[in-house]
């Protein structure tokens, strides 16, 4: 069975449409044809794939059925055609990157910043979110690009380290007395922990951390930024887990001090992701050879 593409492209137009008259007209075509082209599917398949009723069709359970595979296929087209346009020139376009809000804002924003710069005609589109989040935003098309923490694990996808950050556990003036002081993790966990929300991965890398060595560390806070656990941490409010690179300010004014443990904690590290073997645009090329000169 080879039926021709323009079949499948009247199929998914009446479905999407629920009318055969709003399907010619999206398409261009007299209503016989879609109807005849709805006939040859149908004939093809040896099966009915629309119900007609008084409002127009409705798909039957076969039809729902090939829709769910032809809506993913036009989805594909789409971005397909999208895709080629935007490799014609920079002048105008758009570049979508996914990330969290604490990457944006301490690490990406300098590189957007230069790109901005270079290329004012790009529209940017930045989606926050965890990594699994993120993950999802890139494999449904909506990202370009996303900028996580590693390790990722998916043969769908293509990640290159690009940067590998130190994190640590900080507190404020409350917590003082810990100055110069190396704690054991039983003593650590003696006090109030704050850390970010279960489904990401620096808490996911912390707890696996903690359990290696017999402990279970249970927070008695839980957030969902950076700015929140400095900001908390700052407050007296518990000893806070970050990125170190990300309270540079604070440790260098003093209102947060790094507290220190008698064992060393592993380096995280923030990859750069692509699906694996599909095109990127011209702006999402060019905004990676500018990530990587830098």
């Not at 570049?95 to 300098?110: A, M, N, T, V």
């Not at 270079?118 to 935003?137: A, D, Q, Y």
């Not at 696996?208 to 957030?223: D, K, Y």
């Given at each position: 069975m080879n039926n021709n593409y323009e079949l499948y492209k009247v199929f998914y137009w009446a479905a999407k449409t629920g009318s055969l008259t709003q399907a010619a007209k999206a398409l261009y075509l007299t209503q016989p044809s879609v109807s005849h082209a709805i006939k040859q599917l149908e004939n093809s398949f040896g099966m009915t794939l629309f119900n007609r009723n008084a409002k127009g069709v409705e798909l039957t359970q076969e039809g729902n059925v090939l829709y769910s595979y032809i809506e993913q296929s036009q989805i594909f087209i789409s971005l397909a055609e999208e895709k080629m346009a935007a490799l014609k020139k920079l002048e105008s376009g758009e570049?979508?990157?996914?990330?969290?809000?604490?990457?944006?804002?301490?690490?990406?924003?300098?590189y957007l910043e230069n790109f901005h710069h270079?290329?004012?005609?790009?529209?940017?589109?930045?989606?926050?979110?965890?990594?699994?989040?993120?993950?999802?935003?890139l494999k449904e098309g909506k990202i370009d690009l996303g900028v996580v923490r590693m390790p990722i694990v998916?043969?769908?996808?293509?990640?290159?380290?690009?940067?590998?950050?130190?994190?640590?556990?900080?507190?404020?003036?409350?917590?003082?007395?810990?100055?110069?002081?190396?704690?054991?993790?039983?003593?650590?966990?003696e006090y109030p922990i704050i850390l970010f929300s279960r489904n990401s991965r620096v808490r996911v890398a912390i707890t696996?951390?903690?359990?290696?060595?017999?402990?279970?560390?249970?927070?008695?806070?839980?957030?969902g930024s950076v700015d929140l656990l400095i900001e908390i941490a700052k407050r007296g409010l518990g000893i806070s887990y970050v990125t170190r690179e990300?309270?540079?300010?604070?440790?260098?004014?003093?209102?947060?001090?790094?507290?220190?443990?008698?064992?060393?904690?592993?380096p995280s590290h923030v990859g750069l992701?692509?699906?694996?073997?599909?095109p990127l645009s011209s702006a999402a090329t060019r905004f990676i050879e500018l990530f990587n000169c830098e």
């Open positions: 570049l979508r990157i996914g990330g969290s809000d604490s990457l944006f804002k301490h690490y990406i924003l300098p270079k290329f004012p005609g790009i529209k940017l589109h930045l989606n926050h979110g965890t990594t699994p989040e993120v993950i999802s935003f998916d043969p769908q996808l293509e990640v290159k380290e690009t940067l590998q950050l130190k994190d640590c556990f900080v507190a404020g003036e409350k917590y003082a007395a810990l100055k110069g002081e190396v704690l054991t993790l039983d003593k650590l966990l696996e951390l903690f359990e290696s060595f017999g402990q279970r560390i249970r927070p008695e806070i839980e957030v990300f309270v540079t300010k604070e440790l260098e004014e003093g209102s947060l001090f790094e507290v220190q443990l008698d064992v060393q904690l592993p992701m692509i699906m694996k073997n599909m």
